[in-house]
């Protein structure tokens, strides 16, 4: 049995706390359009809403000198109504929204707040939708959903599908999904004996890149949807993070994020964008079935000789902590509303 060395994380310094995210030559005039906006001096309240699911490992968590979130479970199907009694209630300075295709039409057209759709289905990249697998074209039907009325600017999670996003929406920026700080860990252990680690539903690209890993590597697949609290624990059980693309379509899952930040070594098919990460320095690249088998085996005999990647793959995470990625993100939008305006006209 080897031993379980530990490798300590030294984080980079981390990002100053705004002072204030909406100093008075911001917050005057959004005032001015209607939008509430905290006193100066004052966190801003911010609403988090989306499938818990999948998105609370997304948020913003901790309240700050900056911000007070918290998170509103939305699903589809779920009652749009109560959502915006919740809301009301809460009197959130600004809205996050997951997936802004499932908010109907005209919901958010009386609400005070800064309001922000972030999209996060992969789309084709195409303009016109040519070259797009079935799956992507789905999800853009989808998105056709969305009234862009609703919301102030909206935010997608991979650069490269903005064009057909404009179709529909106008996209302002393109940033990857946050990783909620918890996932986070300091120290690193390594354990060869762990079973390697998949999460996500099955589909059939799926099994067949992973049928012979389940077999011959014990690779365990947890196919339904876990919330942040039992991913932290799941990915805290594993040695090595597997990420596999729904369908055979390159795209940028945020099981990779998450995977890094909780320290996992990473196993990914081709990144596409790659958001500033390298293949065969912060995780190993696979392409086929044998390459997820032969990668599993070579961690698992010789766990130390990963042990950088996995270093360099945690430090590269950085970039996708929420309480580095959101005081960006809000700082940039309500600048930029407050010179540009919307075609939102907020009201009580």
């Known amino acids: 049995m080897r031993g379980r060395p530990q490798l300590v994380v030294e984080r980079p310094p981390a990002d100053p706390a705004p002072e204030e995210v909406a100093p008075e030559r911001v917050a005057g005039p959004l005032r001015s359009a209607g939008y509430s906006l905290p006193a100066a001096g004052e966190p801003l309240r911010v609403a988090l809403v989306g499938q818990d699911t999948y998105f609370l490992a997304c948020a913003l968590e901790a309240p700050s000198r900056w911000a007070e979130p918290a998170f509103e479970e939305f699903r589809s199907g779920a009652d749009p109504g109560r959502l915006l009694d919740r809301l009301r209630a809460a009197d959130p300075h600004l809205v996050v929204v997951f997936r802004p295709e499932l908010i109907p039409a005209g919901l958010f057209a009386q609400l005070g707040a800064v309001t922000i759709g972030w999209l996060t289905e992969p789309l084709p990249r195409a303009e016109d939708g040519s070259g797009?697998?079935?799956?992507?074209?789905?999800?853009?039907?989808?998105?056709?959903?969305?009234?862009?009325?609703?919301?102030?600017?909206?935010?997608?999670?991979?650069?490269?599908?903005?064009?057909?996003?404009?179709?529909?929406?106008?996209?302002?920026?393109?940033?990857?999904?946050?990783?909620?700080?918890?996932?986070?860990?300091?120290?690193?252990?390594?354990?060869?004996?762990?079973?390697?680690?998949?999460?996500?539903?099955?589909?059939?690209?799926?099994?067949?890149?992973?049928?012979?890993?389940?077999?011959?590597?014990?690779l365990l697949h947890i196919s339904h949807g876990t919330k942040a609290q039992e991913l932290s624990?799941?990915?805290?059980?594993?040695?090595?993070?597997?990420?596999?693309?729904?369908?055979?379509?390159?795209?940028?899952?945020?099981?990779?994020?998450?995977?890094?930040?909780?320290?996992?070594?990473?196993?990914?098919?081709?990144?596409?964008?790659?958001?500033?990460?390298?293949?065969?320095?912060?995780?190993?690249?696979?392409?086929?079935?044998?390459?997820?088998?032969?990668?599993?085996?070579?961690?698992k005999q010789y766990p130390e000789a990963y042990e950088p990647m996995r270093l360099r793959g945690r430090l590269k995470a950085e970039l996708f902590r929420a309480s580095r990625v959101y005081p960006r993100l809000v700082n940039a939008a309500l600048h930029d509303l407050s010179v540009f305006g919307s075609q939102r006209s907020p009201g009580r």
């Open 132 to 218: 797009a697998h079935p799956d992507q074209l789905r999800r853009l039907e989808y998105l056709g959903a969305t009234d862009a009325g609703n919301f102030d600017r909206i935010v997608s999670f991979d650069p490269l599908m903005v064009t057909a996003a404009a179709r529909h929406v106008p996209v302002w920026r393109s940033v990857p999904l946050p990783v909620a700080d918890s996932i986070y860990v300091e120290r690193i252990e390594s354990d060869p004996e762990c079973r390697p680690l998949f999460i996500g539903r099955s589909t059939p690209h799926r099994e067949e890149m992973i049928e012979r890993a389940k077999h011959v590597m014990e």
């Open 233 to 299: 624990d799941a990915l805290r059980r594993t040695t090595i993070s597997v990420n596999l693309h729904n369908e055979p379509y390159p795209s940028f899952e945020n099981r990779v994020s998450l995977s890094l930040a909780a320290g996992r070594l990473l196993l990914s098919e081709p990144l596409s964008p790659t958001h500033g990460l390298e293949p065969g320095i912060d995780f190993i690249e696979v392409t086929n079935p044998w390459e997820v088998d032969q990668a599993i085996w070579a961690v």
